[in-house]
Structure formats: structure tokens, C-alpha cells
């Protein structure tokens, strides 16, 4: 476990960088962690994603994986790699503040 | 970063259910992890990306202690088809894909999917009897120049 600063503040993360504690997180640290990997700005398309991750931990406890994605928050399969190259599930978890989602398909 | 891998090519050869599905939850996989993917179909594997086939991908009843089914009644006609339907309703309510749609979505994921030329000489398969997510076949030597540098996996 190590720690992180975004946006000024320190914040608890695990060896791949995911927040431990997802109530450290908030907005304005999206745009430092998205910069992290690779993604220079964060445009409304890639907020509908985060947001979504987020509503979505927040109701089950746990992220949803890029088939989920794909059939419910109304970004194509095809357009969450375009905005998230990385593996859309996996990055968009990192940058929303919650842990990396679990789920072989 | 010498300890993560960065592509993955993997090689589908066999035409049954639990050859088939494998291969594509690795490949799905990879890619959800940013892993650079492609998939080549070889073999009985074709039937996977073929047009007419892909949506009738059967489990093996005979030949397959794993299923814990007599041979003898493995090979009764419609014993195959059942034990698929069977599997199948179980995915569904996992919400795992069918093929087709499993295959659709791994190649808007950005992978790559190939037929093997050998394989298509010997069924006489052309592209146009294969999905249309289907980007070219290839020869073996074009295989290894793609798959230089990253992982190679045969199921």
C-alpha cells in the first residue's frame, strides 16, 4: 500500500494505483489520475463512463467489466476503447476511485 | 515493467464449445487489461468465425471424460445439442455471450481476428464464407511476424 497526491491531496492506493478507500476520491482528482494513464482530457463522454462506474460501485460494491459497460451505460463497446485504450473497465475504475473490477468476461 | 505482457496471440483450432470459448474469454480478457490481442482460427476452429456455423457450436459428448457421460450415450443423436442448450442456459443466466456475439464484441475491442489460408485451402473456404469481423487470412509466416514480440497461445 502506498499513497498517492491528486488535486493537493494524499490519498491511500494499492500497488496498481486503485483507491483503497473510495471515499478519498472526488472530481477534481479525475482529470491528475486520468493523466497518469494517458489521457490527457477528460471530455463529457469519458465523465458519462466515470460517473457511471461510480454509481455503479455505489449500488453493488463493485465495478462493472467492459461487457456491463458495453450493454448499460450507453457507451458502445467500440467507443469505450476509443476513449479508454487501456482496457476501459480497468482505467475508468482507476480515474473514478474505486477498486478494479473483478470478472473474467 | 519487464513483468507484464503487452500482446497475446492466440490460436483457436478446435470447433467445440469448450474449445471455442476459451480462447475468446482469454482474448476478451487480454483486451480489457489494454493487452494487444489477436486471434487466429485454424482448423475445426474456423467454424467459429464461420458464417453459417458459428451460431451451431455443440459441446462433444463422445471423447470427453470431463462431461462424465458415457461414451455410449454421448453418441446417441441430439445428446450433443441437448448438453449445448443445457450449457447454453446456464451461460445465460451468468450473462455470458453466445459465440457470435462473444466474437462481435471482442472485435470491437480493437483484436484482431484471422483465418489460417492452409485451413481455408483445405475446406475451401473463402472470406466471404467467414464473419465479416474476419480482417484477412493469412499464411503461418504472416502469423509469426504479427505475433513477434508478445505471447503465443494453442488451445
Redesign the interface.
Known amino acids: 500500500m502506498t499513497t498517492a497526491t491528486y488535486a493537493g491531496q494524499i490519498v491511500t492506493v494499492n500497488d496498481e494505483g486503485f483507491f483503497e478507500n473510495p471515499d478519498e476520491w472526488n472530481e477534481e482528482m479525475a482529470p491528475a489520475i486520468a493523466r497518469t494513464v494517458g489521457i490527457d482530457e477528460l471530455t463529457e463522454q469519458h465523465w458519462r463512463v466515470i460517473k457511471f462506474m461510480r454509481a455503479e460501485y455505489a449500488e453493488k460494491g463493485t465495478g462493472p ?4 459497460l ?1 450493454k448499460t451505460s450507453g457507451v ?3 467507443e469505450l ?1 476509443e476513449l479508454f ?7 475508468a475504475a482507476k480515474i473514478a476511485g474505486i477498486p478494479k473490477p473483478r470478472g ?2 | 515493467m519487464g513483468d507484464t505482457i503487452e500482446k497475446v496471440s492466440i490460436i483457436v483450432s478446435k470447433g467445440s464449445l469448450e474449445g471455442v470459448y476459451p480462447a475468446l474469454i482469454m482474448a476478451n480478457g487480454a483486451r480489457a487489461e489494454g493487452i494487444e490481442a489477436n486471434l487466429f482460427f485454424t482448423f475445426f476452429g474456423l467454424d467459429a468465425v464461420h458464417k453459417k456455423r458459428h451460431d451451431h457450436i455443440k459441446v462433444a459428448t463422445v471423447g470427453n471424460p470431463g462431461l462424465h457421460l458415457a461414451t455410449l450415450a454421448g453418441g446417441i443423436p441430439g445428446v450433443s445439442s441437448v448438453m449445448t442448450h443445457y450449457l447454453e442456459r446456464k451461460m445465460e443466466k451468468l450473462d455470458i455471450p453466445s459465440i457470435p456475439e462473444f466474437i462481435e464484441m471482442i472485435s470491437d475491442t480493437g483484436a484482431g481476428l484471422y483465418g489460417c489460408q492452409a485451413s481455408c485451402d483445405l475446406f475451401e473456404l473463402t472470406k466471404d464464407d467467414l464473419i465479416d469481423q474476419v480482417k484477412d487470412i493469412i499464411t503461418v509466416g504472416e502469423f509469426y511476424e504479427m505475433a513477434a514480440g508478445g505471447q503465443i497461445i494453442f488451445t
Do not use: F, L, Q
Open positions: 467489466t467492459v461487457r456491463v458495453g458502445s463497446v467500440k476503447y485504450p487501456k482496457g476501459p473497465a480497468k482505467v473474467c468476461i
